[in-house]
């Protein structure tokens, strides 16, 4: 009997939390009760409308909310978050490994999405080798991913190329952890940036 006392009582209890929390849906933020009638009104404004100059304002803002934050598109910015910038190489090697072909097929689609852009693309060595050749290295590797942006369908007249040799490198170093990551072409988008002096 006790049993099913205390199961009465905590039915009672669930129904007079669940009509409390509906009356607060039908009240205002200042306790005030809205029927119906007044909330399908409540909206409209001189040409029956139903939405008055603040709702539309706050429809608007809410759309400026709904759309993804982050650079802008068909900038460096967008480059880097999108694709990368840059794909690297083997030890006096221009060729582009499989992971590097991969990469600079994503900049080929990328730059069809954005045929206004064009890119230079900088091609580095590490600090081994003499002046001269580091240069002419860093052409080769450049050319590597014009040559493939090509294939890919890229305008070539969209693609310049550059050769920095080892005077610009990524990572300051004398080991082959620094090496790694001097060696590579870095794509940027003219007008863009790649933050690298």
Same mark, same amino acid.
């Given at each position: 009997?006790? %049993?099913?006392?205390?199961?009465?009582?905590?039915?009672?209890?669930?129904?007079?939390?669940?009509?409390?929390?509906?009356?607060?849906?039908?009240?205002?933020?200042?306790?005030?009760?809205?029927?119906?009638?007044?909330?399908?009104?409540?909206?409209?404004?001189?040409?029956?409308?139903?939405?008055?100059?603040?709702?539309?304002?706050?429809?608007?803002?809410?759309?400026?909310?709904?759309?993804?934050?982050?650079?802008?598109?068909?900038?460096?910015?967008?480059?880097?978050?999108?694709?990368?910038?840059?794909?690297?190489?083997?030890?006096? %090697?221009?060729?582009?490994?499989?992971?590097?072909?991969?990469?600079?097929?994503?900049?080929?689609?990328?730059? %069809?999405?954005?045929?206004?852009?064009?890119?230079?693309?900088?091609?580095?060595?590490?600090?081994?080798?003499?002046?001269?050749?580091?240069? !002419?290295?860093?052409?080769?590797?450049?050319?590597?991913? %014009?040559?493939?942006?090509?294939?890919?369908?890229?305008?070539?007249?969209?693609?310049?190329?550059?050769?920095?040799?080892?005077?610009?490198?990524?990572?300051?170093?004398?080991?082959?952890? !620094?090496?790694?990551?001097?060696?590579?072409?870095?794509?940027?988008?003219?007008?863009?940036?790649?933050?690298?002096?």
């Amino acid at each position: 009997m006790r %049993k099913l006392a205390s199961l009465f009582a905590a039915a009672l209890l669930l129904a007079a939390c669940e009509s409390a929390t509906q009356e607060q849906a039908a009240t205002g933020g200042d306790g005030t009760t809205q029927t119906s009638a007044q909330t399908e009104t409540s909206g409209q404004n001189g040409d029956g409308s139903g939405q008055d100059d603040g709702d539309q304002v706050s429809q608007e803002a809410l759309a400026d909310q709904a759309e993804p934050q982050g650079p802008e598109r068909g900038t460096q910015e967008h480059l880097v978050v999108n694709v990368g910038d840059r794909v690297f190489f083997d030890f006096d %090697k221009s060729s582009l490994t499989t992971e590097a072909e991969k990469t600079v097929e994503r900049l080929a689609a990328w730059m %069809k999405e954005y045929p206004a852009t064009s890119v230079t693309i900088e091609g580095h060595a590490d600090e081994r080798g003499t002046r001269e050749y580091n240069l !002419a290295l860093g052409a080769r590797r450049a050319n590597s991913v %014009k040559d493939y942006l090509i294939v890919l369908g890229i305008d070539p007249n969209r693609v310049e190329t550059v050769s920095y040799g080892e005077e610009r490198p990524a990572v300051l170093g004398s080991n082959e952890k !620094a090496w790694a990551q001097n060696r590579r072409a870095v794509f940027v988008v003219d007008g863009g940036d790649s933050g690298e002096g």
